[in-house]
């Protein structure tokens, strides 16, 4: 653990790469509670490395609270060290339906007015010299931090409501109280990998993969009123969505229902 009691990943690539492999084996469920893990050197050959590379991320494993090794009977599994259960999500929304049915809490890290940077006030199209709310904020579901939000709302909007407001309610909730029309938003989902402030955050070990989602919200002018960079901990979520079968003949295939049976959750 480091000073801010966030696991660390071990040295050298191929530790971590072992470190990261059994790590999502655990998260994944595909090693469960109580499970024994093979010995040193069958770990050590199956990833084809060195058993003090296997050591080390065993050890880094042990650190983070999710196996337990024991002289004398090898190494097993812990869930206390595991977050817990992973929430299902519709894909039509991903992330954005905990916040609406109240299964979480927030906790504001900064709050400020500045310039945007670049790549904001271009996709929020923002005239020059425009200032914006920077807030940053990790929500938590049960206890456990699930994302690290860092958003960006025009100054003019953003003086409509206070810092202990973003704090306890619903960014799009304080938009729409302070007269926003908002007409639509298109966001990207892509992954990356935990920085060490992040990584204190959302509790889990630096360099840890994660979820990256970027949304920019529109008025019904089409003026950007909100831009977000969302990160989150894919151990976490579970990403579901309903297929439907489509097609004739040989061209018959899966086709993501996105949008039915879920329209009275928007």
Do not use: C
């Not at 060290?81 to 929430?87: E, F, I, L, S, Y």
């Not at 005239?127 to 690290?148: D, L, M």
């Not at 909100?226 to 040989?250: C, H, I, N, W």
Request: charged share 25%; hydrophobic share 40%.
């Amino acid at each position: 653990m480091d000073r801010n009691g966030t696991a660390m990943l071990p040295e050298g690539a191929k530790a971590r790469q072992v470190y990261l492999s059994l790590r999502e084996d655990i998260a994944g469920g595909r090693l469960a509670e109580g499970d024994s893990l093979p010995g040193e050197q069958r770990l050590a050959e199956g990833f084809g490395v060195s058993r003090v590379t296997v050591r080390r991320a065993l050890e880094a494993l042990a650190a983070a609270g999710m196996i337990e090794r024991r002289a004398g009977s090898g190494t097993v599994v812990r869930l206390s060290g595991q977050p817990r259960n992973a929430v299902a999500m519709d894909f039509t929304t991903l992330m954005p339906q905990l916040v609406e049915m109240g299964q979480t809490t927030a906790r504001l890290l900064s709050f400020a007015y500045s310039a945007p940077p670049e790549f904001v006030a271009r996709a929020m199209r923002l005239p020059a010299g425009s200032k914006v709310q920077i807030a940053t904020r990790v929500r938590i579901a049960e206890g456990t931090p699930f994302s690290h939000l860092t958003t960006y709302v025009p100054e003019a909007i953003a003086r409509n409501y206070s810092e202990n407001d973003l704090a306890t309610t619903p960014l799009y909730k304080l938009l729409e109280r302070g007269g926003v029309r908002i007409e639509d938003a298109h966001q990207s989902v892509s992954a990356t990998l935990a920085a060490p402030e992040v990584a204190a955050a959302l509790e889990v070990a630096v360099g840890s993969a994660l979820l990256s989602l970027h949304r920019i919200v529109r008025d019904v002018d089409g003026n950007g009123v909100e831009y977000l960079s969302g990160l989150y901990r894919p151990d976490m979520f579970r990403l579901e969505m309903p297929l439907t079968r489509v097609g004739r003949g040989s061209a018959r295939h899966w086709e993501p229902a996105i949008g039915q049976h879920q329209g009275d959750r928007a």
